[in-house]
């Protein structure tokens, strides 16, 4: 293990995904797909040699700065998925390798967006092997956050102040300078990638006993632990686990909303239980107050009808509702097999503005969700709620104890920052969609659906569902890139491209 902790991050994470082809080559074997299965496993061959030719190579290579660390991240998802992209460009003969590369990028950075509307396009091997990168770029996103990105102070949290030191000085800083990041990918790496493999074990056990069919279980366990949404079945709303498979799966979104819920203690930071944690309190009020809006807002046209005022109806249209907001809230995407029913039982159209609104605030810092993340949202809610005090007391001092005091005092500010700039990666998405001929309203809920690492929210958010497959070329590279920058962040992209980033 410390060998391979000596060699290139990227280089290892070559080394994994080539690997990690041979679940599906065995997967297509174990059906009698022989033409899939030698697809994969000669792709994985090549790519293992391709690997050790390199690692060789670099034998005697080592970086102990967290920058380097931090271009093979950004590696691992714009240019690691050229390789994962071979075995399903050899394998589906109608795909095309940009295609290819478009479904890799979408699936390593856990949004899920497919070009393929029909899941019978592509065999099952290859589900399962879209649904494998997605979970692999989840388990990637668990261990970097807090081994790479917490030291550099991006990712989330450059809002967040640590123990010790002033509220406006702490930082995440110090942890730099006291281990290498090869060290702290070994050390935080070996406690949580244990939980990740057991909590996924654990969902696709709990689905398998609610009545789901085994091989579709795995997939969407996958799926809910990345946030990534990618289903063989092409969602939900086919799955015959039905109301106890989608209570399972909220129980499990809550990894996606708060980091206590799984790293409590492993950095040393996070000693609060989850009921006290900030960003699980906001998600929990955000969806309260949502399902509440909606519900009400269906619930007073349907009754005033007096036509479909059923309990049992409205039950389904309550639960459709939760379990629809909570999955957009932490960018996973999956629509309830009820949402329709909430639908049908007001006669109300879809708040698809809603659901854009809860894709871009996003899950927890330090999770797999995409978005603005919770923590910044209550770093400017707390600010905005103490400028209306000023309003009211101009001499009065704020503070709310330990709990205040968690957050930076330039946290709102820097969390304002990151929200024009995520703002301004829209409109910037928005206009290049828009140059390569896609309409207004296309370019907004795919700039969204991007940025936010949030794929299916294309075919649920617009009046009418959005196809990837409809757009051009150019549209979907640009599309590739937005999703790499929503999944890294603005903030590290302009870490790499500071000179003062370098010249430390």
Request: glycine share 10%; charged share 10%.
């Amino acid at each position: 293990m410390s060998n391979l902790s000596q060699r290139p991050f990227f280089v290892l994470l070559m080394g994994i995904g080539a690997l990690a082809m041979v679940v599906p080559a065995i997967h297509a074997l174990s059906i009698e797909n022989h033409a899939v299965a030698r697809s994969f496993f000669y792709s994985a061959l090549l790519f293992l040699l391709l690997t050790l030719f390199i690692g060789l190579a670099t034998a005697n290579y080592k970086s102990t700065l967290a920058r380097g660390y931090l271009v093979s991240l950004l590696a691992a998802f714009l240019v690691l998925p050229l390789m994962l992209a071979v075995p399903m460009y050899e394998a589906v003969p109608r795909m095309s390798f940009l295609e290819a590369w478009f479904e890799s990028v979408s699936s390593i950075t856990t949004t899920g967006a497919t070009l393929y509307d029909s899941p019978r396009e592509l065999p099952r091997s290859v589900h399962l092997w879209r649904a494998l990168m997605g979970w692999l770029g989840g388990l990637l996103i668990w261990v970097s956050a807090i081994s790479i990105l917490a030291p550099l102070n991006i990712g989330g949290f450059e809002v967040r102040a640590t123990r010790g030191g002033s509220a406006s000085e702490k930082t995440f800083e110090q942890i730099g300078r006291v281990t290498d990041p090869s060290e702290r990918l070994v050390r935080y790496g070996s406690k949580l990638i244990p939980l990740y493999v057991a909590l996924t074990g654990l969902l696709w056990l709990s689905l398998t006993v609610s009545g789901e069919v085994t091989f579709v279980a795995l997939c969407h366990a996958m799926s809910v632990m990345a946030t990534s949404g990618i289903s063989p079945v092409g969602g939900l709303i086919y799955s015959p686990a039905g109301f106890l498979g989608e209570f399972i799966i909220v129980l499990f979104f809550v990894f996606a909303l708060s980091r206590v819920a799984f790293s409590r203690g492993v950095s040393g930071q996070e000693v609060s239980p989850l009921y006290k944690d900030n960003e699980f309190r906001l998600a929990l009020t955000l969806i309260g107050v949502l399902v509440a809006v909606l519900f009400l807002r269906h619930g007073v046209v349907a009754f005033e009808d007096g036509t479909n005022n059923d309990l049992g109806n409205a039950a389904r249209a309550l639960w459709g509702a939760f379990f629809t907001i909570t999955s957009f809230l932490t960018t996973t995407g999956f629509e309830s097999a009820d949402w329709t029913a909430t639908r049908n039982w007001s006669g109300l159209g879809t708040p698809g503005l809603m659901l854009v609104g809860l894709s871009l605030i996003g899950g927890g810092v330090a999770t797999t969700a995409g978005g603005i993340k919770l923590l910044r949202v209550y770093a400017l809610w707390k600010h905005g709620q103490r400028e209306v005090e000023r309003l009211v007391h101009p001499s009065s001092v704020g503070g709310a104890g330990a709990v205040a005091r968690q957050i930076r005092r330039q946290g709102a500010q820097i969390a304002w920052i990151f929200f024009m700039l995520f703002t301004i990666s829209i409109a910037a998405v928005m206009v290049l969609l828009a140059l390569t001929g896609v309409q207004f309203e296309t370019a907004m809920v795919l700039s969204v659906a991007a940025l936010s690492t949030t794929g299916p929210l294309a075919a649920i958010a617009a009046e009418s569902p959005i196809s990837y497959a409809g757009i051009p070329d150019s549209a979907k590279i640009i599309l590739a890139f937005a999703m790499v920058l929503g999944r890294l962040e603005a903030l590290a992209i302009i870490a790499l491209l500071n000179p003062e980033f370098w010249r430390r």
